[in-house]
């Protein structure tokens, strides 16, 4: 989502909140969701998520309070670098 953009998200879990970043004069409002996340032991739960023009931050929802901001943060992080390769480059 860009500019304040509202659209029924493809991805659809618990909504917590938004995430702004700005990267090169652009603004995303990135949706922050809590969902189930089956955790294998091989990848790291939560994150940022690109989907079909559809940005966001998905935090795994059994996770404490301490875990979901650690996830808000890895997400914004990828976020900004993806956004930054997409407009920067």
């Known amino acids: 989502?860009?500019?304040?953009?509202?659209?029924?998200?493809?991805?659809?879990?618990?909504?917590?909140?938004?995430?702004?970043?700005?990267?090169?004069?652009?603004?995303?409002?990135?949706?922050?969701?809590?969902?189930?996340?089956?955790?294998?032991?091989?990848?790291?739960?939560?994150?940022?998520f690109s989907k079909d023009g559809q940005l966001g931050i998905l935090v795994d929802d059994n996770a404490t309070p301490p875990e979901v901001k650690e996830q808000i943060e890895k997400g914004t992080a990828e976020a900004v670098r993806h956004l930054s390769q997409k407009f920067l480059n």
């Open 1 to 48: 989502m860009q500019n304040g953009a509202h659209e029924k998200p493809e991805v659809s879990g618990k909504l917590l909140g938004f995430v702004r970043v700005v990267v090169g004069g652009h603004v995303f409002d990135l949706t922050v969701q809590s969902m189930h996340i089956d955790k294998d032991g091989a990848n790291e739960v939560g994150g940022f």
